[in-house]
């Protein structure tokens, strides 16, 4: 399979603990997105990088989240002192950025948080 | 924040019917994708129209967008129970660099 790949599918975690998600994107594509999804609603972007660099991040991303994406590969999402609002979908898409590109983004199936 | 509302928030047909939701959004756009997800999967990508375009078309789907009302529609045609899912639009623009999704429109398609 050479779409996009998350694990863990599920986490469930204790208020307090920090967990780690990670991504594998299409491989080649330079472009990886983070979003996070509750329940009933859109996904909500929280960051992205070009390559191994992360150009933007949301106000969504507290300073309890980071995110890194070493050599430009595989990116991982870390929440330190998880809250019981941090329970929800985290999702990863990637793309090829290029001049006239679709800008059409490929999704993980997603990692489900629950912080009990 | 999410980007605009989808219309409507839920949808219930019989198998064989069309489908149309509706999708309106905020600021000025370069292109307009819809996006389907079943029930805690990920996203699947269905079709993207630019902002020059008024209409597209992949087989059982019809995207329309009307930027001066900043709205869109997509319809399905004679729909099927696997068509069961969320369908989310969601707008991409050049200054924003990453999507921005509504809130879903919720379609069960009863066998």
């Known amino acids: 399979d050479t779409g996009v790949s998350q694990d863990p599918r599920h986490k469930i975690t204790k208020r307090g603990q920090n967990v780690t998600f990670r991504c594998d994107p299409i491989s080649e594509h330079n472009r990886l997105y983070w979003y996070r999804q509750t329940l009933g609603q859109g996904p909500e972007f929280l960051t992205y990088f070009q390559n191994e660099a992360q150009l933007e991040k949301s106000r969504l991303l507290s300073d309890r989240f980071s995110a890194e994406r070493p050599k430009g590969s595989f990116s991982t999402l870390e929440i330190q002192r998880t809250e019981q609002g941090d329970s929800a979908m985290y999702l990863c898409?990637?793309?090829?950025?290029?001049?006239?590109?679709?800008?059409?983004?490929?999704f993980g199936p997603g990692t489900r948080l629950t912080v009990l | 924040s999410q980007q605009g509302e989808e219309d409507p928030q839920a949808l219930s047909i019989q198998e064989g019917e069309n489908a149309t939701m509706n999708c309106s959004y905020k600021?000025?756009?370069?292109?307009l994708q819809w996006y389907r997800q079943n029930s805690g999967r990920g996203l699947v990508h269905l079709i993207l129209?630019?902002?020059?375009?008024r209409e597209k078309h992949s087989g059982r789907l019809r995207v329309t967008l009307d930027t001066s009302k900043k709205s869109s529609s997509l319809l399905i045609t004679a729909s099927r129970a696997a068509d069961t899912a969320s369908y989310f639009c969601a707008t991409y623009s050049g200054s924003a660099r990453q999507l921005t999704f509504g809130s879903g429109t919720q379609l069960t398609v009863l066998p």
């Open positions: 129209i630019r902002s020059n375009e």
């Open positions: 600021t000025s756009i370069n292109n």
């Open positions: 898409a990637s793309r090829v950025a290029a001049s006239g590109g679709t800008d059409t983004q490929y």
